[in-house]
């Protein structure tokens, strides 16, 4: 039995008294319900002047379970509100943040959520949720340092595919 059916045999089966455990489990097993995270927002904020960022936001569009993550780049008018609404500072943010669930994440945190919307096999990358949080944010940081120098620099948002145009904001 592949892991598809499998899943799509536990959604069936499962009763909706034992709804905890599939909360309990969701960073795990991908129950399959798209139902419910197409009523939620889920908002990916990048840099839009990064190369690197550019190519990570291509990743996610490829490999998205299903189309339900939106984005925008961190210089935009939307992006700046939502910050704002969020607490965070716009001026001095050098980070992609990830909004979902009414929560904002930031840095490592904001990659790691992401990958729940990932196709396997780079949901398993969700497994990083349990390394502490202190190491994934310095590799992070280090790689935020360089990244120009590495993967270089845009004058503008080179993010433009009319497949995706209604989710860029």
């Given at each position: 039995?592949?892991?598809?059916?499998?899943?799509n045999?536990?959604?069936r089966?499962?009763?909706?008294?034992?709804?905890?455990?599939?909360?309990?489990?969701?960073?795990?097993?991908?129950?399959?319900?798209?139902?419910?995270?197409?009523?939620?927002?889920?908002?990916?904020?990048?840099?839009?002047?990064?190369n690197?960022?550019?190519?990570?936001?291509?990743?996610?569009?490829?490999n998205?379970k299903?189309s339900?993550?939106?984005?925008?780049?961190?210089?935009?008018?939307?992006?700046?509100k939502?910050?704002q609404?969020?607490?965070?500072?716009?001026?001095?943010?050098?980070?992609?943040?990830?909004?979902?669930?009414?929560?904002?994440?930031?840095?490592?945190k904001?990659?790691?959520?992401?990958?729940?919307?990932?196709?396997?096999?780079?949901?398993?990358?969700?497994?990083?949720k349990?390394?502490?949080?202190?190491l994934?944010?310095?590799?992070?940081?280090?790689?935020?340092?360089?990244?120009?120098?590495?993967?270089?620099k845009?004058d503008?948002?080179?993010?433009?595919?009319h497949?995706?145009?209604?989710?860029?904001?």
């Amino acid at each position: 039995m592949t892991f598809k059916k499998m899943n799509n045999y536990l959604c069936r089966k499962i009763p909706e008294c034992f709804g905890y455990l599939i909360e309990l489990f969701q960073p795990f097993i991908y129950i399959g319900n798209v139902k419910f995270m197409k009523s939620e927002e889920h908002i990916l904020l990048y840099d839009g002047y990064c190369n690197l960022c550019h190519w990570s936001v291509r990743f996610v569009i490829r490999n998205e379970k299903c189309s339900v993550i939106q984005f925008a780049a961190l210089e935009s008018d939307y992006a700046k509100k939502l910050l704002q609404q969020y607490n965070i500072d716009p001026i001095h943010i050098d980070s992609v943040v990830f909004i979902s669930n009414q929560k904002a994440f930031v840095k490592s945190k904001a990659l790691v959520e992401i990958t729940l919307f990932l196709k396997t096999p780079y949901s398993w990358f969700r497994l990083f949720k349990f390394v502490p949080s202190f190491l994934l944010d310095g590799v992070y940081d280090m790689v935020a340092r360089f990244r120009y120098k590495i993967f270089g620099k845009v004058d503008y948002c080179q993010i433009q595919n009319h497949k995706i145009k209604g989710r860029l904001m």
